[in-house]
C-alpha cells in the first residue's frame, strides 16, 4: 500500500518511525534470527532434535556436564560444526547487510553495495595470488587465502580513495568510477591468474563461490574483531548518514566534516565485508536487497536502518545458507547461487508491490 | 560588528567566477544579491558557507576568520539555506529541522533539551508546527522552502545565506518567506544575505542591493539608489523604467523591448 504524495511515491511506511515501531521492528528482527539460528543449528545431514538441540545449549551455557542421553556425536556435530558455523554465517550476513545500507546511505543511491569500492574484486584477487603462489599443494592452506583475501579487499579499497582524491576532496561520483575501474582491473587481474594454471582455476572458482572450507571456531575469532570495530562504527553511524542524505554540501554547511564521516563510515564498512568475504567468499544481493526492503519497510532514517539491515541481513543469510545445505543434499550449494536465485526474484516482486 | 567579505577571488578550476569582490554586511541588516546568470551570487554564498575555498581574499566575522574554521564551528556562526531541490522525501519536518542542530551534537547525533528547544522555536517561527511529522515528499514547494528556512533557523547563527530562496514558489509564499527573514533578520539580530533573481522583492524586503556583474559588485546601497534605468541597462542588457511606490522603494517595470531586425547572417541550408 502506497501513499502518493505529490507524484511522488512512498513506500509502505511513509510516516516516521516511532519509538514503538522501532521497538516492534527490532523484536520480530530478533524473533526471526532466533528462529532462523535454531533451524541453522538443528538441520543438516544429520537431524537434530530441537529439544535435544536446546538441552545441549543449555547445558553448555550453564558449563554443566552433557545430558546422559543425548548422543555424544551430536555434542560433537553441534558445538565444533553448526554452532560456530551458524556463528559465521550470522557474522557475514550482518556485516553484509549493515555495509550494505552503509554504502547505499554514503552513495544516496538505493543500487549501490558493499563491493561498489572493489572489496569483492580485491579478495578474489587477494585469495587466487595465495592460491597460485601456493603451487599445486593440495591442502586447504589454512588462513593464508582468507588472510590474502581481506588484505587484498583493504589494499583495493584503500587505493580506490586515493585514486579519487579531487583537490583534497574524494566526491562520491568520482569514487563511484574508481571503485568501477580498479574492481574490472581486479577481476582482470583474477581471471589471468587463473587461467594461469587448471589448478588455480579450480580452486580459485571454489573459494569465490563458497569461500573457505574451514570448519570450528578459529574463523569466527579470525573476525571477530574486526568485525566489532566496524559495527561499532556503523552503528553508531546513522545521525551523520541522515545529515548526508541532504547532499555534500549542505552537510557541511550543517557541521558535518562530510569528508571524514565518509571516510569513516565507508571504512568501517569496507571492514566487516573485508572480513565477511575472506572465509565466506563473495556472497551477492544479501548487501543490495536487505537494506533496500528494510528501507521500503520502515523507513529511511539511518539510526534505524543499519541495526534492522544487520539483523535482516543475517536472518537472510541463514536461511539461504540452510537452502544451501539441505536443497540438493547430501551435496552443498555455495550460498552465493542461493542468494541469486531467490534474492533477485523476491526483489523484483517487492519493487512489484512498491509501484502499485 | 559585521560580516566582512574582503578581495574575494573564487572559481572552479582555472575560471575565475568571483573577481576582487569585497562587501560588508551588518548584525540587523537584510543584503541582496542580485544580478544575471553566473555573475558569481551563488559563488558568494558557497565561499561564505565553506563550501568552496577562495583563491585569494578574507571573510570575518567579528574577527573570525571564517574560511579556517573547521566546518562544526563555521556552521555555528553561518547557516544557508539553499533551494528546495530533491530533499530526501521519507524524512519529516521535524526530522529535516532537527538536523540544522548538527554543529551542536556530537556523532551519535542525540538532541538535548536545549537542541529540542531550539527545533521548536525554529517550526513556531515558520509556522510548521501543524506539518511537524508529515514526510517531505508529502509537502509543496513553499511548505518544503519554509522546512530549510526552519532548519538554518534551528542553527541559531548570526550570520544567515539564502540562495535563491523564492525561487519556484508563488507569489504569497515568496512574500512570506522574505517578509519572516526581514522580521527574523531584525529580531535576531543576524547579518542576512540572499540571492535574490526577482528585483521587485529584493527592492521591497533588502536593506541594501549589490548588483553583481561578471563577477564584479558593480553597485551596492540602498535599492532606491542602486536600481536605476541606467544601473538595470548595465548589468542586465534590458531596458526598464523605474517607478517609485508609496514607500520610496523603487520598481522595476519591464519596458516593451522594439522590434529590432535581426542583423543579416549568413546561414547555410541544412541539408
Known amino acids: ?356 | 560588528m559585521s560580516l566582512q567579505i574582503r578581495d574575494v577571488v573564487a572559481g572552479y578550476g582555472k575560471q575565475e567566477i568571483l573577481r576582487h569582490v569585497s562587501l560588508e554586511v551588518a548584525r540587523g541588516e537584510v543584503v541582496a544579491l542580485a544580478g544575471p546568470n553566473g555573475a558569481g551570487k551563488s559563488t558568494l554564498v558557497r565561499v561564505i558557507s565553506g563550501v568552496l575555498r577562495p583563491q585569494r581574499g578574507a571573510v570575518q566575522w567579528e574577527g573570525t576568520d571564517l574560511l579556517h574554521l573547521p566546518p562544526r564551528e563555521r556552521a555555528r556562526l553561518v547557516a544557508v539555506v539553499p533551494q528546495a531541490h530533491h530533499l530526501p522525501p521519507m524524512f519529516t519536518v521535524r526530522q529535516a529541522v532537527a538536523l540544522g542542530r548538527t554543529a551542536y551534537l556530537s556523532w551519535l547525533g542525540a538532541l538535548g533539551e536545549s537542541d529540542r528547544a531550539a527545533v521548536e522555536r525554529a517550526l513556531a517561527q515558520t509556522d510548521l508546527l501543524s506539518l511537524a511529522e508529515r514526510p517531505l515528499g508529502h509537502l509543496s514547494g513553499g511548505e518544503q522552502q519554509r522546512v530549510l528556512l526552519a532548519r538554518a533557523l534551528a542553527q541559531e547563527t548570526p550570520i544567515l545565506l539564502l540562495d535563491e530562496p523564492t525561487a519556484h514558489l508563488d507569489l504569497r509564499h515568496q512574500a512570506n518567506i522574505l517578509g519572516l527573514v526581514r522580521r527574523l533578520s531584525r529580531a535576531r539580530r543576524m547579518a542576512v544575505l540572499m540571492v535574490v533573481h526577482d528585483l521587485n522583492l529584493a527592492s521591497r524586503f533588502a536593506d541594501r542591493l549589490a548588483l553583481f556583474a561578471e563577477g564584479q559588485i558593480v553597485r551596492v546601497g540602498p535599492p532606491a539608489e542602486v536600481l536605476t534605468a541606467e544601473a538595470v541597462w548595465q548589468v542586465y542588457g534590458t531596458p526598464v523604467e523605474i517607478w517609485r511606490n508609496g514607500d520610496g522603494r523603487p520598481v522595476v517595470y519591464l519596458k516593451p523591448t522594439p522590434a529590432v531586425p535581426e542583423p543579416a547572417e549568413k546561414t547555410h541550408d541544412p541539408i
Not at chain 1, 31 to 57: E, K, N, Q, T, Y
Not at chain 1, 121 to 141: D, P, R, Y
Not at chain 1, 253 to 258: H, P, R, S
Not at chain 1, 308 to 329: E, K
Open chain 1, 1 to 356: 500500500m502506497l501513499v502518493q504524495g505529490r507524484g511522488k511515491a512512498l513506500p509502505l511506511q511513509c510516516f516516521p518511525m516511532h519509538f514503538s515501531s522501532f521497538k516492534r521492528a527490532l523484536f520480530l528482527n530478533l524473533g526471526v534470527l532466533a528462529c532462523a539460528m535454531a533451524l541453522s543449528v538443528a538441520v543438516g545431514s544429520v537431524s537434530i532434535p530441537l529439544r535435544d538441540l536446546a538441552r545441549l545449549l543449555w547445558s553448555g551455557v550453564r558449563g554443566t556436564a552433557l545430558p546422559a542421553d543425548v548422543p555424544a556425536f551430536m555434542a560433537v556435530i553441534v558445538f565444533k560444526l553448526r554452532l560456530p558455523h551458524t556463528a559465521l554465517v550470522l557474522l557475514t550476513g550482518a556485516a553484509l547487510g549493515s555495509s550494505g545500507a552503509a554504502y547505499q546511505g554514503v552513495f544516496r543511491n538505493p543500487l549501490a553495495d558493499p563491493y561498489l569500492l572493489g572489496v569483492a574484486s580485491g579478495a578474489g584477487l587477494g585469495a587466487v595470488v595465495a592460491i597460485a603462489l601456493q603451487g599445486e599443494s593440495l591442502t586447504a592452506g589454512g588462513f593464508l587465502i582468507p588472510g590474502a583475501a581481506f588484505v587484498g579487499a583493504l589494499l583495493t579499497v584503500a587505493l580506490v580513495y586515493a585514486l579519487a582524491r579531487v583537490d583534497g576532496y574524494v566526491p562520491t561520483s568520482t569514487l563511484i568510477l574508481a571503485g568501477v575501474a580498479l574492481g574490472a582491473l581486479a577481476s582482470a587481474l583474477t581471471s589471468f591468474l587463473m587461467l594461469q594454471s587448471q589448478g588455480t582455476l579450480q580452486r580459485a572458482i571454489v573459494y569465490l563461490l563458497g569461500g573457505a572450507p574451514l570448519t570450528g571456531w578459529k574463523p569466527v575469532v579470525a573476525i571477530l574483531p574486526y568485525w566489532l570495530v566496524g559495527e561499532a562504527i556503523l552503528l553508531t553511524s546513522g545521525h551523520a548518514l541522515n545529515v548526508l542524505q541532504f547532499g555534500e554540501d549542505q552537510a557541511r554547511q550543517l557541521g558535518l566534516n562530510a569528508g571524514q564521516a565518509k571516510l569513516l563510515v565507508l571504512g568501517a564498512a569496507s571492514l566487516v565485508t573485508a572480513a565477511a568475504v575472506a572465509f565466506a567468499g563473495i556472497i551477492g544481493f544479501v548487501g543490495l536487497v536487505v537494506p533496500h526492503i528494510a528501507r521500503l519497510l520502515w523507513g529511511e532514517d539511518y539510526r534505524r536502518l543499519i541495526p534492522l539491515s544487520l539483523l535482516g541481513g543475517a536472518s537472510v543469510l541463514l536461511l539461504s545458507d540452510l537452502l544451501a545445505r539441505t536443497l540438493l543434499a547430501p551435496r552443498t550449494l555455495p550460498v552465493g547461487i542461493v542468494t541469486a536465485l531467490f534474492g533477485a526474484p523476491f526483489f523484483l516482486w517487492v519493487l512489484q508491490r512498491a509501484k502499485k
